[in-house]
């Protein structure tokens, strides 16, 4: 029979439902019995894998049985038990090339688990944890011009004047004043007002508040349509501003139509990104630039913050 590596044995395995001390505790009896690391060796164990709250017994054994598998390299290497040594990057990573005998899984585990806990118990000594990229979401592509056209049609054609009012609503504020449908949440005919210019300016609350512009093709269109609404109530319908798949309902009570492209937020707000960055020439500058970015954020990122003056007259408002 082959016997078992000392630095590396597993705990027994605790009964099923057993707490989490008493899964500890046969995992310290099966180091113990070796009798490669001392009692408070073990307590140095058990205490540091007790302080990242194992959510279950077999967490607890398996974070125990990593951790005394290092504190015993570091007996046999004479480095110190103590946090600052052992959750040290320099020690765990020459105990981690030390492991020998073990699958690719196993060492990627094993050292999963001691930097688990490094983290929790000598944070000072971590380097940062790698950034994560996130996806973003594709960006949807605009509507064409015609087919904006084809449904402010459609939304003069609706049966009722409420039902009129709050597509032409959604479509300005969407293709006019780029807000999204979580924007739409609080918009009430009193969050628009005129700017000295005469520009019409949409004031959006919520976790992006901010002061938009409407595009002067929409605002006339959108002015209207509010005017005929009762003040406090959002534009697109509806009376609980908290109310979840807040388009929902007025996409659903459309009346025809169904020869137009689907009418969602997100192509909305790309009609609207197109208009504004056309207007400004971002286009012409990005191409003198040598540049193919969609988004420049690292220099945009040093731009100075405009005012609702410089905002107004890049979305063609008067000067």
């Not at 040290?88 to 899984?105: C, D, H, I, K, M």
């Amino acid at each position: 029979m082959r016997r078992a590596k000392p630095a590396t044995r597993r705990a027994s395995v605790a009964r099923a439902g057993a707490p989490l001390d008493a899964a500890a505790s046969a995992a310290s009896e099966a180091w113990a019995s070796t009798k490669v690391l001392d009692h408070a060796q073990l307590a140095f164990c058990r205490q540091a894998v007790g302080g990242i709250s194992p959510p279950s017994a077999h967490a607890a054994r398996v974070y125990l049985t990593a951790l005394a598998s290092l504190v015993a390299w570091c007996v046999a290497e004479h480095v110190p038990v103590d946090a600052a040594h052992v959750f040290s990057p320099a020690t765990y990573e020459r105990w981690f090339s030390s492991l020998t005998g073990f699958s690719e899984s196993s060492r990627s585990s094993y050292r999963g688990r001691i930097r688990a806990l490094a983290y929790v118990h000598a944070p000072h000594l971590q380097p940062p944890s790698p950034a994560i990229a996130k996806k973003s979401a594709s960006t949807k592509p605009p509507y064409a011009e015609g087919e904006i056209a084809r449904w402010l049609a459609c939304a003069r054609a609706q049966p009722t004047a409420h039902g009129r009012a709050r597509l032409t609503a959604l479509i300005c504020l969407g293709a006019g004043a780029g807000c999204s449908a979580t924007d739409l949440r609080f918009c009430t005919k009193d969050h628009l007002f005129r700017h000295v210019s005469g520009a019409l300016v949409v004031r959006v609350e919520g976790p992006r508040a901010r002061l938009v512009p409407v595009l002067p093709p929409y605002a006339a269109l959108l002015e209207e349509a509010a005017a005929g609404m009762e003040a406090g109530r959002p534009l697109i319908g509806g009376i609980d501003p908290d109310r979840a798949n807040l388009t929902t309902n007025t996409l659903a009570r459309i009346k025809g139509g169904r020869d137009l492209p689907a009418l969602e937020m997100g192509r909305l707000r790309a009609t609207w990104w197109k208009e504004v960055l056309g207007s400004i020439g971002y286009g012409a500058v990005m191409a003198a630039a040598g540049m193919r970015l969609a988004a420049p954020a690292e220099i945009l990122a040093h731009l100075p913050t405009p005012s609702l003056d410089d905002v107004v007259r890049a979305c063609g408002g008067a000067p």
